[in-house]
Every structure is written in structure tokens, then in C-alpha cells.
């Protein structure tokens, strides 16, 4: 069964300093997969996705991941954190309906803290 | 702002009771996908609708249902609500065909169900 994992359910770093959120995969073909972003009250906002190729890709807000298949893992990196990216932060593959898309299955997110 | 938003925001309910949440999708997109968040969890799909029809559903019971309308606007109603149901609603517009290529999953900020 397809299935993703988020194993740090709680981050906190220091504005400046580097950041990496880890997540890994179950999935039985390449798969497709994703990083959302919620803020409080928000809906979920796409910062990356790999599809095929490059296995290191680039996001929006200095955000990028790195696939890797021999350990099932699409870890999200960021060189310098800033306040405003505290966050809840999901990793997603992307599911079975492939003919018309929608159907996501996501990790449970790592809540992400930035200290002063 | 993505163009999706729903109603209501916020909502609380006592257990047996039935629920309608509403979506309006972003201009254009004929699939709008509907997401169950309980508190500190991923989103789980809940199913998907295209061309006024389900096109895939995820893990649920028969009570939750929903209906897309011609202008892309679209309902989910949960009967017989239990304490369980309580979580965030949210409903993601995309453009059929696409949504698995591009990640282009749209969400709305959410209706908060509390079930009491």
C-alpha cells in the first residue's frame, strides 16, 4: 500500500540556520510526489514536486528536495531559515487516479518552529 | 489566495446530526477533491468529483457523500455525525488530467467541524 512517513513530528531551528525535513515513502512504481506548506488558517500551498529527472528540485521560497530512490526519500532543505516559515509542513505522493488527478496521500506533517 | 473558498468557516454540531460544507472551486478547474484533517494528522482524501460524478473515494463510510454542480461548485454531506468526524474539511479545485502532472492541487482554507 502506498504510504508516506513524516518521522519528526515537531521541528524547531534558529532563524539563519540551515533546515532539513525528513520524509519517506512507500510506493510500488516512480512516484510522484510533493511538499505543501500550512500556515495557521490556511489551506495547503505547493512549495516543490518531482515528477521524473533532475532529482533535485527547486520550490518557491528558497525551498528545495532531493529525491532519492534507493531510500525511498524526498527530503525538503532549506539554507537559511526565516520567521515566516513556521509552519506545518506535509509531504504527499501523488495516488491512484492518475486519469484525473486529486487524490494525494500525505504524511501526518512536521509542525515546523523558528526561533529568534 | 488560490480562488478556492468554503463555507462555513467554523461549525459545531452534536453527534447524529447531518452536515453540508460547501466549495467553490478556482475558475476553470472541473475536479474538485475533498480532504478530511483531523487535529495533528495529513489530509486523507476523502473521494473526488469530475464531470458531477465520484471519481474515486478514499477510506469512508457511504455517510459521507457529496455533489458537484454544473458550475464546478460542489457540496460534502456527512450524515450521522460521531465524535470522530470532528476535523478540518478541505475542499482542492484542479484541472482534470493535470493535477497528477503539475501538483496543481488548489485548497481552500478549510470548514472546522466540531462535533460534540
Known amino acids: 500500500a502506498q504510504s508516506v512517513t513524516q518521522p519528526d513530528i515537531h521541528i524547531t531551528v534558529s532563524e539563519g540556520a540551515s533546515l532539513e525535513l525528513r520524509c519517506n515513502y512507500s510506493y510500488g512504481a516512480t512516484p510522484y510526489l510533493f511538499w505543501y506548506v500550512q500556515s495557521p488558517g490556511q489551506g495547503l500551498q505547493l512549495l516543490l514536486k518531482?515528477?521524473?529527472?533532475?532529482?533535485l528540485v527547486q520550490g518557491i521560497k528558497g525551498f528545495e528536495a532531493e529525491f532519492k530512490r534507493s531510500q525511498s526519500s524526498f527530503n525538503l532543505r532549506k539554507p537559511s531559515v526565516h520567521w515566516s516559515d513556521a509552519a506545518e509542513y506535509f509531504c504527499a505522493v501523488g495516488g491512484e487516479t492518475y486519469n484525473q488527478g486529486g487524490k494525494f496521500i500525505f504524511g501526518q506533517g512536521t509542525e515546523l518552529s523558528v526561533k529568534p | 489566495e488560490t480562488g478556492v473558498t468554503q463555507s462555513p468557516t467554523h461549525l459545531i454540531k452534536t453527534r447524529g446530526q447531518q452536515v453540508t460544507l460547501r466549495c467553490s472551486s478556482q475558475s476553470g478547474h472541473n475536479t474538485v477533491s475533498w480532504y478530511q484533517q483531523a487535529l495533528g494528522q495529513g489530509p486523507q482524501f476523502i473521494f473526488q468529483y469530475y464531470r458531477e460524478e465520484e471519481n474515486g473515494r478514499g477510506n469512508f463510510p457511504p455517510r459521507f457523500s457529496g455533489l458537484q454542480f454544473p458550475n464546478y461548485s460542489s457540496e460534502l454531506n456527512v450524515n450521522a455525525l460521531e465524535l470522530d468526524d470532528s476535523a478540518l474539511y478541505l475542499c482542492a479545485s484542479s484541472l482534470a488530467g493535470v493535477a497528477e502532472l503539475t501538483g496543481e492541487l488548489f485548497f481552500g482554507e478549510g470548514s472546522r467541524l466540531t462535533v460534540l
Open positions: 518531482y515528477f521524473s529527472g533532475d532529482t
